[in-house]
């Protein structure tokens, strides 16, 4: 058993629970943490992040460390991707799959250093990951360190991301000479997916251009004890174009996005290809990555899908609602949902669902049981919102 | 501004404001808060009867769904449209524009008081 969330560990504090509740914001358990789940509304949360910026408390997620002269070679034994390949600052989503091919969690792994990488794990998954990173990177020249306690996250997402960064002051990078310049500098030609090592007030921040929304944005991690003076400096210098944001407009945003949620639409009992993550995996690398043997097999050719469902009313399908291929009594089961809301940029509920291969096309008209009535939803591609670029 | 103090309340986090036999319904500042922004609203129609204690309506946010349990039984004289066209009413003014239904209602089961309440709710 691992991870039942908040039965046996007691609630666990971010760094910044003093400054959430100094904000009035409302909490909720997550993962065996306590964090905001709101500050006042959820829905101008999402919008602030569509059309200006949210600041998001992402401490609860973990990261685990790896340095040695064979940090390389040992991802690319345990995850699915093929890490030895990415650039020093460059970042890259993959997963830890368990021997079956089953998800154990999706991951954003940070190259920052040639014998060093850093692996940002989901807080529900965080212990178990870097226990199976460690049992996996033995034989290989490199210590798996698990940081999780000792870093904060904060997230800046939104269209203004960049600007407000830019303004806010204190940020310098590492090395001497350098000042305010070079940070605007580097910051002005960082690329999605891609980070580098500045700092905050004199201490380090890793400044990576990721983030969970849709949106452009950055993800800053830090010591905890410097957490507070940074999400303080970027909402005072925001003003009105930055909007605290809880957990309840973060998984609106990923939602549109189409963006996968660990526990949702990913677990032990999905392969990649099913989540449309047949990309992730690096087939083509030499190494015998676990989980190779299961993923060259595949799923069975009935395995069910992941779909993207558009409806049209306000009922939004609900995780765990049953998808049917008809609107009577003689109809089949055809799936299950797994994250559902009224799409607060769309105005239409919207919905991901694992369904059946034959009931996977886009445009294939379903039925969703929303609470003993079935309501139609149509199959269509993913995400189901796209930022101009 | 409502008086709050004078409103009757149910575990369910239901208010009850009554005037004669006609029982004003709606849901607490702290059940809206709990749900989020209130996206969706379905409402029982005027003519229709309910039972006490029974599920007669749903409230939605983007988050979950809270269903509106009947305080009291009786007919259903006025579900409030304004809400279900502006859902956003429940979160903005509970106490107020954001009523559900009127109900006339038959019977009165003992409800909690303002203090009761806020006892159940920790405030």
């Known amino acids: 058993m691992t991870n039942e969330p908040g039965t046996t560990t007691p609630e666990r504090l971010s760094p910044l629970d003093a400054v959430h509740r100094a904000a009035g914001a409302s909490f909720t358990d997550f993962a065996g943490w306590q964090m905001p789940v709101r500050y006042s509304s959820d829905l101008a949360e999402h919008h602030a992040v569509r059309n200006s910026a949210g600041l998001f408390d992402l401490s609860h997620m973990g990261e685990i460390v790896l340095i040695g002269a064979e940090a390389a070679a040992a991802l690319d034994h345990a995850l699915a991707g093929k890490l030895s390949a990415i650039e020093i600052g460059q970042a890259k989503y993959s997963l830890l799959l368990a021997d079956d091919g089953g998800i154990i969690d999706d991951l954003v792994v940070y190259r920052t250093g040639d014998d060093r990488y850093m692996v940002v794990a989901n807080a529900s998954n965080a212990s178990v990951v870097a226990d199976e990173l460690r049992t996996r990177a033995a034989g290989f020249d490199t210590i798996v360190s698990d940081e999780s306690d000792d870093v904060a996250l904060i997230a800046l997402q939104g269209p203004d991301a960049r600007a407000v960064l830019l303004e806010t002051p204190g940020f310098g990078v590492e090395g001497p000479g350098n000042d305010g310049e070079d940070f605007d500098a580097k910051l002005e030609a960082l690329k999605y997916y891609r980070a580098f090592p500045a700092t905050f007030e004199g201490e380090p921040v890793l400044v990576a251009r990721t983030g969970y929304t849709g949106e452009d944005g950055f993800e800053l991690y830090l010591a905890p004890e410097r957490a507070a003076r940074l999400w303080e400096a970027l909402a005072e210098t925001g003003g009105p174009r930055v909007t605290p944001c809880g957990l309840a407009s973060r998984d609106t945003l990923r939602l549109e996005a189409g963006m996968p949620l660990y526990g949702h639409e990913l677990s032990r009992d999905i392969l990649p290809v099913q989540a449309g993550l047949g990309r992730v995996v690096a087939l083509a690398k030499p190494d015998a990555f676990v989980g190779r043997a299961a993923i060259e097999q595949g799923p069975a050719a009935d395995a069910p899908v992941l779909v993207g469902l558009a409806a049209e009313g306000r009922r939004a399908a609900r995780a765990d609602y049953e998808i049917y291929d008809g609107d009577d009594a003689e109809a089949t089961r055809v799936g299950i949902v797994t994250s559902g809301a009224l799409s607060p940029t769309l105005g239409h509920p919207i919905a991901m669902a694992f369904v059946a291969p034959d009931a996977a096309e886009p445009g294939r008209e379903l039925f969703v049981d929303v609470r003993g009535t079935r309501v139609a939803a149509s199959v269509v591609a993913l995400p189901f919102y796209k930022r101009n670029a | ?123």
């Open chain 2, 1 to 123: 501004m409502t008086d709050t103090t004078a409103l009757h309340y149910t575990e369910e986090h239901e208010w009850i404001a009554l005037d004669g036999d006609i029982a004003t319904i709606g849901i607490t500042d702290y059940a809206a808060d709990k749900l989020g922004d209130v996206v969706f609203v379905e409402l029982p129609a005027a003519g229709t009867t309910v039972t006490e204690g029974t599920v007669v309506g749903e409230i939605e946010s983007t988050k979950s769904v809270g269903e509106l349990f009947a305080p009291v039984s009786g007919e259903v004289v006025e579900a409030n449209q304004a809400v279900v066209d502006s859902p956003e009413l429940v979160n903005s003014d509970p106490f107020g524009e954001g009523w559900l239904i009127k109900v006339n209602a038959s019977s009165l089961p003992k409800f909690l008081s303002h203090a009761e309440y806020r006892a159940l709710v920790g405030e």
